[in-house]
């Protein structure tokens, strides 16, 4: 088929052929949160790209009701399949012949392996696998020991900050070159597309400092409540919202709160929000603030940059390969509640700058796209498949 091409237009022609229609499948069994965002976005880019793809999920699939283009299937129920709905799903694969299965999410490893080896048999897909985070919340003993196993058999290992390399090789003896780095375009774009915004009850002419995610130990939350008193003192009408569901024991948060006597400057609000809502803090917030000690990546933080607005972020997770210092942002040294205090109160205060970093925002925003996200993912699909996948591809259309 290719001889009459030379070696360079013969593999043209291939990619050509291969990723003219590849039948992919997504598992991202959280049907909530910022992993199956994220996969619900790569999904749409890459049939957009021309692919047919399939998303397995948990039921309550909170997208369930926003345009999409992919098949969605609804099948765990709290990261445990529902028998009659993993039957259905199997006999999609049966039907469908994915010819990538890509994993999504690092929460629960056994069900991946427990997937993996079921699917396996039923079909000769490649696996590939976004962590999105590198280890659990709750880290337990036999974690490792799955990842490694896990981690093993995946073709392709798709990373959301460079940071994490390191780590992904040294704990999991994944080889740099089955591993590619992407950054995260705004998950909630929809939200800015097809949500009317809620907005919160908040004062008039507050400058909101908001914190917005999932409450737990590694975010920090404990040193921007320590670093609360120096900006609300120099920023009279600065207002903290902050904004998640709690993985932890919110109780010394509270006890900090009231110990600091700032409760009428500072509100916790410790729950997973509906889009409305999200929208409605974000739009009514001046800035976002990352006090991370620790972490992967946030894809928060894409959507702060969505919606516009500067963010204070710690140099841990990735964040300073995605804020630049001074132009988007400002970087902070973690665990440091006076550093992180005055950047705050550059924020809110410094006009000139901020307005800079709102332009420079809405710039970065637009250099990092879904389309260009999944050109990237599509390339690597095809290295895994091959020649000869191509081919199949081909005849089986």
């Known amino acids: 088929m290719f001889q009459t091409h030379s070696g ?8 050509s052929i291969l990723t003219e229609r590849l039948r992919i499948v997504f598992i991202a069994p959280a049907p909530r949160a910022g992993t199956v965002q994220y996969t619900h ?5 890459l049939v957009d790209r021309g692919h047919r793809v399939t998303l397995v999920t948990g039921l309550g699939f909170e997208l369930a009701d926003y345009p999409r283009k992919y098949t969605a299937m609804e099948v765990f129920d709290r990261y445990r399949p529902r028998p009659l709905r993993l039957c259905r799903f199997l006999w999609h694969c049966v039907t469908f012949r994915p010819q990538i299965i890509h994993l999504q999410g690092a929460q629960h490893p056994a069900l991946y392996i427990l997937l993996w080896a079921m699917l396996r048999l039923i079909g000769s897909a490649s696996f590939v696998y976004t962590p999105q985070d590198v280890l659990p ?19 392709h290992v798709f990373l959301n900050a460079k940071q994490n390399e390191p780590l992904v090789v040294e704990n999991f003896a994944v080889p740099r070159e089955r591993i590619t ?7 909630t774009a929809f939200v800015r597309e097809h949500v009317t915004a809620e907005r919160p009850d908040i004062p008039v002419g507050s400058r909101v400092v908001l914190c917005f995610g999932l409450i737990e130990p590694r975010k920090g939350i404990h040193t921007l409540l320590s670093a609360a008193p120096e900006f609300l003192r120099q920023v009279p009408e600065a207002l903290l919202v902050i904004v998640g569901k709690p993985l932890m024991d919110i109780a010394p948060l509270q006890q900090q709160l009231t110990e600091l006597g700032l409760q009428a400057r500072v509100r916790l609000v410790p729950q997973y929000v509906s889009f409305a809502q999200m929208a409605g803090y974000f739009t009514s917030a001046r800035l976002l ?3 991370y000690e620790n972490g992967w990546n946030s894809g928060v933080l894409a959507s702060a940059f969505g919606f516009g607005k500067p963010v204070v972020a710690t140099r841990v997770g990735g964040f300073d390969e995605v804020v630049t210092d001074e132009s988007t942002g400002l970087l902070v040294p973690p665990k440091d509640p006076a550093v ?19 332009a420079n925002v809405q710039t ?3 250099d990092i796209s879904w389309e260009a996200i999944a050109r990237i993912t599509e390339g690597r699909y095809v290295d895994v498949l091959g020649i000869g996948a ?3 591809v081909s005849q089986a259309r």
Not at 140 to 149: D, E, G
Not at 181 to 187: E, N, T
């Open 8 to 15: 360079r237009d013969a593999k043209a022609v291939q990619m």
């Open 41 to 45: 976005n790569l999904a749409n880019a």
């Open 137 to 155: 919340n709750s880290l337990r003993p036999y974690h490792i020991r799955a990842f490694r196993f896990l981690y093993a058999r995946m073709r």
């Open 181 to 187: 780095v992407l950054p995260i375009a705004d998950l």
């Open 289 to 291: 603030v990352l006090p």
């Open 340 to 358: 992180l205090a005055q950047a705050i109160v550059r924020v809110l205060r410094d006009e000139a700058l901020y307005t800079r970093m709102v």
């Open 364 to 366: 970065a925003a637009g």
């Open 390 to 392: 191509g081919c199949a």
